[in-house]
């Protein structure tokens, strides 16, 4: 069964970096593209970032386009959001999700990230 | 950007009955070449992630209650559940897959009335 588990959030200050990781089982990770979508406290969902089965096409929301850098290691099986000049604004739980044909097939518990000095 | 924008916020339906959301996109995200509407319904349950429950629009995932389905096309859809149960409380959203940025619907709140 798939399985996608999220990992490196956490209290950061504003203007500093983070580095999430989703570990990925139970699927041909190399087959398939990914997803980020984050949900603010009490908010609804919003879309992050999307990334080809094979690492090449990425692309990004607008709130995050030039600071969110999606990647992807086939070889470990993981997908990364690397979070640079973080705003409080950012403060949210960021899931990932596996990739349907553009849907979210199957999706992560999530991992909390929390913007604040 | 696609706007999506769902109907009403929030809803109170009794146990058995019909619930129906719905779901407008600013413009049509039906392709042309293959002749289908990117949009998925998800369902998101209080302290869960949320969960797939439609796709293509009309395409019920695996495992899902045959309660459940999806129907429109162009820019207008609905979710609709036929009998309501207790465990279909949740927050509903709409999502396109049609153009980057892939953008949700502001989310529908579903009550036991």
């Known amino acids: 069964q798939v399985q996608l588990v999220e990992s490196g959030g956490g209290v950061v200050q504003p203007g500093r970096s983070l580095r999430l990781s989703c570990a990925a089982s139970g699927f041909t990770f190399s087959s398939y593209g990914m997803h980020w979508v984050r949900q603010a406290p009490g908010k609804g969902l919003e879309w992050v970032a999307v990334i080809s089965k094979d690492g090449i096409n990425k692309y990004y929301a607008d709130s995050v386009k030039g600071r969110f850098t999606i990647s992807k290691d086939n070889s470990k099986n993981t997908l990364y959001l690397q979070l640079n000049s973080l705003r409080a604004e950012d403060t949210a739980v960021y899931y990932c999700?596996?990739?349907?044909?553009?849907?979210?097939?199957?999706w992560g518990q999530g991992t909390l990230v929390t913007v604040s000095s | 950007d696609i706007v999506m924008t769902q109907s009403p916020d929030s809803l109170a339906v009794s146990l058995g009955e019909r619930a129906t959301i719905n779901c407008k996109s600013s413009?049509?995200?039906?392709?042309?070449?293959?002749?289908?509407?990117?949009l998925a319904w998800y369902q998101q349950k209080s302290g869960q992630p949320p969960k797939l429950l439609i796709y293509w629009a009309s395409t019920r995932e695996s495992g899902v209650p045959d309660r459940f389905s999806g129907s429109g096309s162009g820019t207008d859809f609905t979710l609709t559940i036929s009998s309501l149960q207790a465990e279909d409380v949740a927050v509903y959203y709409c999502?396109?897959?049609?153009?980057?940025?892939?953008?949700f619907g502001q989310g529908t709140k579903l009550e036991m009335k």
């Open positions: 999502q396109q897959y049609y153009s980057t940025p892939y953008t």
């Open positions: 413009q049509s995200i039906l392709y042309s070449s293959d002749n289908k509407n990117y």
């Open positions: 999700a596996k990739a349907g044909g553009g849907y979210c097939s199957n």
